[in-house]
């Protein structure tokens, strides 16, 4: 069975960077694509970022050119750099690994935006 650990999210004022990591334990045979999403208080959850088997990305368009998304095969780990954040950044952010065996996420990290 194939778990998420996900860290990197606290507190930062506006303007700030902050790295998420998602480290996926277990196999991750047949892998389709790794996602962030983002969940803020009273709205639906909106994803963030997509980086596919094949390398290919893509990005929400509230945070273009401001977050990047990328991974490292051999540690089986997704990252989520996010530059400039901004207030409205502010939200639980989650990973997901989708692949042939399963669809996995995390349990989520709290990313608070504020001066």
């Known amino acids: 069975q194939v778990q998420l650990v996900e860290s990197g999210g606290g507190l930062v004022q506006p303007g700030g960077s902050l790295r998420l990591s998602c480290a996926a334990s277990?196999?991750?045979?047949?892998?389709?694509?790794m996602y962030w999403y983002r969940q803020a208080p009273g709205k639906q959850r909106e994803l963030v970022a997509v980086?596919?088997?094949?390398?290919?990305?893509d990005y929400a368009d509230s945070v273009k050119g401001r977050f990047t998304i990328s991974r490292v095969n051999a540690k089986n780990t997704v990252y989520l750099q996010m530059n400039s954040l901004k207030p409205e950044d502010t939200a639980v952010y989650s990973c997901r690994i989708y692949a042939a065996r399963g669809d996995y996420w995390g349990q989520g990290t709290q990313v608070t935006v504020s001066s």
């Open positions: 980086i596919t088997s094949g390398g290919t990305t």
């Open positions: 277990g196999s991750l045979f047949g892998l389709v694509a």
